[in-house]
RNA sequence: CGGGGCAUAGCGCAGCCUGGUAGCGCACCAGCUUUGGGAGCUGGCUGUCGGGGGUUCGAAUCCCUCUGCCCCGACCA
């Protein structure tokens, strides 16, 4: 590929909305360009990138057994109502008329049309199991689409859906699917890794993400080192407290006016977080507040919310207003002394002792506080995120890591074919219904996830097995000699002939302009042409992440370049 | 959805408070000079000042309204 034959939409600036760097870069690359909220359009640079991703993933979705289908983007309502989830799913789920008023919906995943799929064409065990995929593009409507192809609602997707007779069949799959997606996320050369994981919206039961490790992750992970416990903080189990101190202090009601964070609180009473309790509320099942009390130094796990009984899907807090008229109070006097709504104690905050939290009365907070004693023994249960260094389940200190979620296995059961009725007819002839995985890679956010991992402050640096192109030739001041153009041409197609990936500059730009492109767009290997080096009989070699040129003799570039290649 | 912010040329921004008919840098086009790390000079193009309504002799500027985009959203619970 030649420069002037490629829509080449570098910027200088990136637009100011860009926060992350894969954001910033991706759009000073010209690698996408964004049509509206959390929807872009792929420019050339930036498809030949998202291909290569797509032909990776296809080649090992293929080597693992598993058939290539295409299904509609545009969904019929009836079978997201048969499943269920055409009320449960949100609005997330973007719906639609068509000219009859039909309703319909944009596919945010797949799960009813394969079961339907399958259904019809399943009939006999001896057709299973099987695993169909496909690579297409996704619309959620998010509530807050962000950091560009990180979090688009129109996004590109590997999801495949598996089929078995039995268990045994489904852990057989799901194991192969883990294998494959760690080669996958191996062959495009990132940091990843595989974390036990929740299943959220698409149920099921066992599951994993794969994520790529990056600061500016969304999730957290919990890890203690290598073969060791690693799941999502959302579902890692926060250590029981220890045995509870005896109570030592009266309790006493003091003035607190105008603290209410409890930072506030714990200077003007010259204490520490972890002696206060903090109490949230959040909106219950039937919309009347329930009480969450958590150690002042503690995190609000949102899955472990959820699963409480009482408490409503998705987790809401209730709303300042609510809170001051049901319970007489604003949100920086509440405690759990004295509140006559359900109350859910999280194990830390049942283990401290002599506590202060608020006294339920605008500007007074309780100090000394002890279950028990001044008020009745919780219901304890776990709420917290985990902390660094407390034990995880396997006993070892926790490392917390941010992570880019990039695929999601999961084990779903009979969740979809059995409303469905997806049903096939075993050895003895009798109606079974069908146990079902389903395995998604985030293509595009695959993408963004290799830049968020690899760039420096002049450009993206691409993992060879995802560049636009491996190589790139810069020829200085060609224009001026036709023994420079020559021979530029001539490797250039010495190159293509030889399958290598080049892109030639051959605009009329000054050298500095040319070098800051091919940084930017992170092509791998560089080759600069000049008179003074053909006056030597040699080219200047340097990789993206070198600081030197190499000299490197005309005549044996490509034998140098493909050894570059192989060992790059 | 709640809260906040922004909307002026392709991109980054100024002008708005205090109303007088739109500007800067980059990019783009032409010419000349340059040519090893985002060149210099000269000349030029580019705007329904997000849409609609209102106030006014006059609106980018003040008021109302709609739309779009961005940020934040337990840790004040």
Same mark, same amino acid.
């Given at each position: 590929?030649?420069t ?8 200088r600036?990136?637009?100011?909305d860009?926060?992350?760097?894969s954001?910033?870069l991706?759009l000073r ?5 964004q ?13 030949r990138?998202l291909?290569?991703v ?5 080649a090992?979705?293929?080597r693992?057994g598993?058939?290539?289908v295409?299904m ?9 109502q ?5 009320d449960?799913?949100g609005?997330?789920l973007l ?5 009859h ?12 049309i ?11 065990y001896?057709q ?5 995929y496909q690579?297409q593009n996704?619309f959620?409507d ?14 590109l ?5 598996s ?5 045994e ?5 799901y194991?192969?699917?883990y ?8 062959r495009i050369g990132l940091?990843?890794?595989a974390?036990?994981a929740?299943t959220?919206?698409?149920g ?6 794969f994520?790529v490790?990056?600061?500016?992750g969304?999730?957290r992970?919990?890890l203690?080192?290598k073969g060791?416990?690693a ?11 220890g045995?509870r101190?005896?109570a030592t202090?009266?309790?006493a009601?003091?003035?607190?006016a105008?603290?209410?964070t409890?930072?506030?609180v ?9 002696k206060c309790?903090?109490?949230l509320i959040?909106?219950?099942k039937?919309g009347s507040p329930?009480a969450?009390v ?8 949102r ?14 807090f209730?709303?300042?207003?609510v809170v ?8 920086g006097s509440?405690?759990p002394?004295?509140?006559n709504?359900?109350l859910?104690?999280?194990n ?6 002599d506590?202060?939290?608020g ?17 009745a #023994?919780p219901? $304890?249960? *776990?709420? +917290? ?6 034990? !995880?389940?396997?006993g070892?200190p926790?490392?917390?890591a941010r992570g880019?979620e990039?695929?999601h296995i999961?084990?779903?059961g009979?969740?979809?074919s ?6 096939c007819l ?5 109606a079974?219904t ?10 595009s956010?695959?993408v963004?996830?290799?830049i968020e991992?690899n760039h420096d402050?002049?450009?993206?640096i ?9 190589v790139?030739?810069?020829?200085i001041n060609m ?5 420079l153009?020559?021979a530029v041409?001539?490797?250039?197609q010495?190159?293509t002939?030889?399958?290598? #990936?080049?892109? $030639?500059? *051959?605009? +009329? ?6 070098? !800051?492109d091919?940084?930017l ?5 560089r080759?600069?042409?000049?008179e003074?080096?053909?006056?030597a009989?040699?080219?200047?070699y340097r990789?993206?992440?070198d ?8 005549a044996?570039a ?5 050894a570059?290649l192989?060992?790059?």
């Amino acid at each position: 590929m030649r420069t002037s034959n490629l829509l080449l939409a570098t910027l200088r600036d990136a637009p100011a909305d860009a926060e992350i760097a894969s954001h910033r870069l991706m759009l000073r690359a010209g690698m996408v360009r964004q049509l509206a909220a959390g929807i872009y359009t792929w420019l050339p640079l930036g498809l030949r990138v998202l291909r290569k991703v797509e032909t990776i993933v296809r080649a090992e979705m293929d080597r693992a057994g598993a058939q290539e289908v295409l299904m509609p983007g545009v969904q019929p309502a009836e079978l997201w109502q048969e499943s269920g989830r055409w009320d449960k799913y949100g609005p997330e789920l973007l719906r639609l008329q068509d000219r009859h008023q039909r309703h319909f919906c944009l596919g945010p995943t797949h799960e009813e049309i394969i079961t339907d799929l399958v259904r019809r064409e399943v009939r006999s065990y001896r057709q299973l199991p099987v695993n169909f995929y496909q690579i297409q593009n996704k619309f959620r409507d998010e509530i807050r689409p962000r950091f560009g192809i990180m979090r688009a609602r129109e996004f590109l997707m590997k999801d495949a859906y598996s089929f078995h007779l039995n268990q045994e069949s489904l852990q057989e799959t799901y194991d192969l699917m883990y294998r494959t997606y760690s080669r996958i996320f191996d062959r495009i050369g990132l940091d990843y890794c595989a974390v036990l994981a929740d299943t959220g919206n698409i149920g099921g039961s066992r599951s994993h993400e794969f994520h790529v490790l990056a600061d500016s992750g969304e999730d957290r992970i919990v890890l203690t080192g290598k073969g060791g416990y690693a799941a999502n903080i959302e579902l890692t189990p926060a250590p029981a407290a220890g045995a509870r101190p005896a109570a030592t202090a009266v309790m006493a009601k003091v003035a607190t006016a105008g603290k209410h964070t409890i930072d506030e609180v714990c200077g003007l009473l010259n204490t520490t977080p972890d002696k206060c309790l903090k109490t949230l509320i959040v909106v219950g099942k039937d919309g009347s507040p329930v009480a969450l009390v958590l150690r002042g130094d503690h995190e609000l796990n949102r899955v472990k919310a959820e699963s409480l009984p009482s408490v409503r899907t998705p987790l809401a807090f209730a709303g300042a207003e609510v809170v001051r008229t049901s319970l007489g109070c604003s949100v920086g006097s509440l405690g759990p002394r004295g509140l006559n709504i359900p109350l859910y104690v999280d194990n830390a905050a049942a283990g401290v002792a002599d506590f202060v939290c608020g006294a339920n009365e605008e500007g007074f907070h309780l100090t000394g506080v002890n279950w028990g004693r001044d008020l009745a #023994e919780p219901q $304890v249960t *776990d709420l +917290r995120n985990i902390c660094a260094d407390e034990a !995880a389940p396997d006993g070892k200190p926790a490392r917390i890591a941010r992570g880019i979620e990039v695929g999601h296995i999961f084990q779903l059961g009979t969740k979809y074919s059995e409303a469905m009725k997806a049903h096939c007819l075993d050895e003895a002839g009798r109606a079974v219904t069908l146990i079902m995985g389903c395995y998604g890679i985030g293509v595009s956010r695959v993408v963004a996830a290799a830049i968020e991992q690899n760039h420096d402050e002049r450009g993206i640096i691409w993992p060879a097995s995802i560049a636009p192109f491996q190589v790139a030739l810069v020829p200085i001041n060609m224009h001026k000699s036709e023994r420079l153009r020559a021979a530029v041409e001539s490797l250039y197609q010495e190159l293509t002939a030889a399958g290598i #990936e080049v892109l $030639v500059d *051959d605009r +009329r730009e000054r050298p500095g302009v040319m070098f !800051a492109d091919m940084e930017l767009l992170g092509i791998p290997h560089r080759l600069v042409f000049s008179e003074r080096g053909l006056d030597a009989g040699t080219l200047e070699y340097r990789t993206r992440r070198d600081t030197e040129d190499r000299a490197v003799p005309v005549a044996e570039a490509l034998s140098f370049l493909r050894a570059q290649l192989i060992s790059v």
